[in-house]
């Protein structure tokens, strides 16, 4: 037994039968969620009929529109679209890989959500009378919102990592996230709307963290599967635009009603048009022949979003959206040429995803101009009741100047980034212990490991099958022998 | 002619020339609908400029939003959607079978909203002093709903029917499912808001029992080709994500303004949620190294959905919907590992897509879920407002009980499925003349019996180029009597 | 120099290489549109916070819910959908040409929609008090409209072109766009809520007269790569369907709030279902066999959308809007069997996507339906205020009749298909320049040139492993001379 551990810790060998872990893992997480949610789960005053018939009569509400799920549906079902076929199908790329990529993508989304409904309704919607959380479709935006977090830390272990670890990566990611937003938006009362604190530079750093302490030395011995086909990447196109076209819906989706939600849409749309033109010039220029790279086009074109998360709903002017993406444009695709392969070269972080230069960085840098921008605001551009409604200069903060709020601003960004390095490496420890069902160094990027796969080749060509006659034809007995390499 | 229908009858020859019958049918088809539409179709008073102009004059509505088109236009976008790339992509996952999946899937129901807007139309929009349909956004919908029912019989027939057989499914389809959703929801006055039985029930078994009388004993000599591929199963996964995705706006397309819409997305939600980890668990369990296998992602994490069609718009507790979906996740995957495979052997019911695990048996638990619910309902949890509202307890059903309700829910369940096993057989003879151009038992899921298929392989590998050059050069004059198999 | 220059002209060497010119358009462009956002574009009174307060105030408006984000934005995403996805993918069906046609749509779109903000939004959003331009989300609706047409247009010229070439299409398209938009709309008057005499009708012959004027002479050398495999047709129809299911936002985006844009979306979508019928009928029947053809399937099957664009927001009935899209399917598919091939032979243009057969005549066809329902409006269908809504009938406009209206509409048609024609030969002589990149006849859809695209084969099946070592065996000292080609 000490032999074998040994044997596993050092790589030697690995088990990578889940039969038992996964199911496990499934069944015990699932009926633990029905627990919690029978405990702690209610609909709210707007889900809930004789609560909403109750609301109306007490505001003097006439039509059912204005019920907050006609303000937020439209965005929440962009979002949703973006967390399961936006981040799914982005990971398709590999050329075999593609199973688990929206596979593992699909289950770990679907338990997080159910985990985030707890973890911030504990933090947002518990009544502290009835002890009940109550939810409603804001919820299921914020959910989505915090399991992003730990997809965005998937990409930094993609092929490298088992199901289960996955799901564990997602049970301490969405706690992590709830405690780590709590902290930025309602301690330090930072503006958010996107995340580009609470979810990209959390999530971009998470996973570097934890792909930082699972290491793996001898990973150069699935290289052969580390990369991309054609249809593989015309597959991570459609998550891409996805992620691309909803963008604005995502950092939209939680910001206040009216003006808020519409500028936060077109400061969005803009920075992503402009990030798309340098991330194409960059990646140009970046080839002997100008020839583009499609893992420039398929992740750098997003950065203008992440970056745009947390300013999005403040006035930083259309002129200042475009600039914000023309410079992550740049810095996003600078990072998947240089930067990734430096970073996994002298510092140990092999980045499947470069989710480094898409989500940590831009992310980062979003955390920095929210605050600069924050702390540029004023009377004139804002108005008073703008300036208060925007920033929720209320209650508690209501005395707090702008530039208190830039500075807490930016240490939003620094938490979201604390929270996410040291949270990563505790949770790469943990995924350490050669329990997990992960693969060994040579067995990466393969889905013969966790799928039945079907047969490798799409159709037999009928040259092939004349070819495959005319070699039996000639084999000698002697050929009999050789192995045929199973894929 | 007799010799060649006996022939036909019995499978020897079967002549899939539809070159005639497709355009006949398409042709004749339209040009009805046109004249039916002529007679009978008109914008209703929220689409009609003179009447909505009258309409906000005679209730005092001041602001547009008001229109009908703002609450349900959303939802039928994600309706649509589903129809058209859910339905369509997930029938994909056949190697060689991609273009009649999506591309029939396209035309059946392009041609089924438009008989569907007819047939529900007489049942629920005729004005009986005009004698004519009025129509909107909600017909919309329901044509959608209604439609689906056929594409989901398409499910169990796929790779085994003619274009012009699937035109008859969907004409008789539509038709039945007008007949017994007018029986359901208005003369038993059921509530199936995401239509567990009017829709997946009466769909599934509709299908199953088509796919019995058209049984095919030698099917097995086009089992090669029943199966899929790397790719083919990836592009089955935007279907599987498209519908999963968007379920909760199905299952709240058609639910009351207001709570009823919100807290049907909440229940749809949680229910698809848990049946994924379900699914995953079962799958992996099944397996001897626990590896999944897609079929069961790509279908079995659907069924809370499903399942969740009639109860959603109940105050069935979010718990309660975790359970739902956790149960039906499981029944789903034990379905296709068991049942399937035991149906076809057993009861000679051929069902290419597993429909009976997917629709059949989630949509009858749905609307046994759905009764169950329904009984327990009280005015403590839902208010005597919302009680009335949330079951139409209006006009002649206004002394109705929770209890009586709950024994008409059991009962329209039993008349969807009687629907769909009656209809279904009467269509499955209909179908069984040979004069409608399907396949033979060997020629069966093939695109090429009714597509110009293009070249079978994506590209000639170089490495291809090079052995073809090889092995020309070394045969024998003799090898070049040897047939190349045409795949 | 000269004689590089006479080389080039003739076609005999292409020099591809773009590494200075693709980012130096990129660079330039984007920093022109940085500078002109920020001396001309602002947020609108719907989304500056300011602004929105003070609007609210002073119109005593009580509700968020008034802001016209909510009446647009379900619109915008999914015009922004057909954009990206439906334009995108539906140029993935070339074999080798999957990355160059989603990728170059995605660049030129996202640079189009900023320069066309501010072309469209000097026509029409310019204050002339102050000298700004204020964009809300109808803003961002036009300019994906504005771009459309450019994207159209990429279509006739897909594989021929360079990415560079590409901008300069769309630079100019959006400038020519924007100008007979103002003709049309504002100086004409005419309706055409979808576009299809401004977007449709002016892209398809703007594409058509570029490549007339960039006529290859040798493209047949280009030949084995002119054509789709299984896969590529299948990546296809996801463009295909999110165009189809998203038509009846595209023509209702821009439409009168309320029962504008609801009736707008039920003429376009049965005129879309009939169209599905009767391309698949005259596919088939095109075929001797009954065959399908995938061409038709992708794009006739659309031309229903193209031709109600005008109508859609009309009274012109729902039967009508099914005979429009009846004879639209029949007319589009006709164009592909026939018109295409016809006007590359005689005509010399070479039109990749036969853009001419769902864009350039069905988008004429609904410019001229168009007339021809305004000219039938009346009193007794509108109503009185009906028909100076629909008709915008106010200030200047008041005293036009119907009959004039029409004409009007039959004037625009002329003026867009002109401004495609004559602006189209321009461009293309710009482009003619051997300055460009652009590739040679022989070197036609080809991904190569401008891509870095991955090893050709999906895997290396074993059957392939083995007979490579089989082969390597048995060959002589003298084949090793036979240079492999490489692809």
């Known amino acids: 037994c000490m032999g074998w551990c040994a044997g596993n810790f050092f790589g030697r060998q690995k088990n990578t039968n889940i039969r038992v872990s996964l199911p496990a893992v499934c069944f015990v997480w699932q009926i633990a969620m029905i627990i919690l949610f029978g405990v702690f789960i209610r609909y709210n005053e707007e889900s809930d009929v004789r609560k909403w018939i109750e609301f109306k009569h007490s505001h003097n509400i006439t039509s059912d529109i204005e019920n907050d799920f006609y303000f937020r549906y439209p965005s929440f079902q962009d979002v949703h679209v973006m967390i399961f076929v936006g981040f799914g199908f982005l990971m398709t790329f590999l050329k075999r890989y593609s199973f688990s990529g929206v596979g593992f993508n699909f289950l770990i989304a679907a338990f997080g959500l159910q985990w985030a409904l707890l973890m911030q309704g504990w933090f947002h919607s518990l009544d502290p009378n009835t002890g009940k959380i109550y939810i409603g479709v804001e919820n299921l935006i914020n959910a989505d919102f915090c399991v992003a977090g730990s997809l965005i830390a998937y990409g930094a272990l993609l092929g490298k990592v088992s199901p289960v670890q996955l799901m564990v990566v997602t049970l301490f990611g969405v706690t992590l996230f709830a405690v780590e937003e709590y902290i930025i938006l309602d301690l330090l009362h930072c503006r958010d709307a996107g995340g580009s604190m609470v979810i990209h530079a959390f999530g971009g750093y998470y996973g570097l963290a934890i792909s930082w302490v699972l290491y793996r030395p001898n990973l150069h011995q699935s290289k052969r599967l580390n990369g991309s086909v054609y249809h593989s990447d015309v597959f991570a196109m459609i998550g891409t635009l996805f992620l691309w076209m909803f963008w604005p819906s995502f950092n939209s989706a939680i910001t206040a009603h009216g003006d808020g939600q519409h500028r936060a849409v077109i400061n969005t749309y803009l920075a992503l048009a402009s990030s798309v033109l340098t991330?194409?010039?960059?990646?140009?220029?970046?080839?002997?022949?100008?020839?583009?790279?499609?893992?420039?086009?398929?992740?750098a074109t997003l950065a203008g979003g992440v970056a745009m998360?947390?300013?999005?709903?403040?006035?930083?002017?259309?002129?200042?959206?475009?600039?914000?993406?023309?410079?992550?444009?740049?810095?996003?695709?600078?990072?998947?040429?240089?930067?990734?392969?430096?970073?996994?070269k002298y510092f140990k972080i092999q980045d499947t995803c470069g989710i480094h230069n898409l989500h940590a960085v831009p992310g980062m840098l979003g955390g920095f101009v929210g605050a600069i921008v924050a702390a540029a605001a004023s009377v004139e551009v804002y108005g008073r009741e703008g300036l208060i409604e925007t920033f929720a200069f209320e209650g508690d903060f209501a005395t707090r100047s702008v530039l208190t709020q830039g500075g807490y601003q930016a240490a939003g960004t620094c938490v979201a980034i604390t929270f996410g390095l040291v949270g990563g490496a505790l949770v790469g420890f943990i995924l350490k212990f050669p329990i997990w069902g992960d693969p060994a160094d040579d067995n990466c990027y393969d889905d013969e490991v966790y799928w039945e796969v079907p047969e490798d080749e799409e159709t037999i060509p009928p040259v092939l099958e004349y070819n495959n006659h005319m070699i039996h034809k000639h084999q000698d007995i002697s050929e009999s022998n050789f192995s045929v390499e199973q894929s």
């Open 279 to 299: 991330a194409v010039a960059i990646s140009s220029m970046s080839q002997k022949r100008g020839k583009l790279d499609m893992v420039h086009i398929q992740n």
């Open 309 to 344: 998360g947390t300013a999005a709903e403040f006035m930083i002017t259309p002129y200042g959206s475009l600039i914000v993406g023309f410079c992550c444009g740049i810095i996003s695709t600078f990072g998947y040429v240089f930067v990734t392969p430096f970073l996994e």
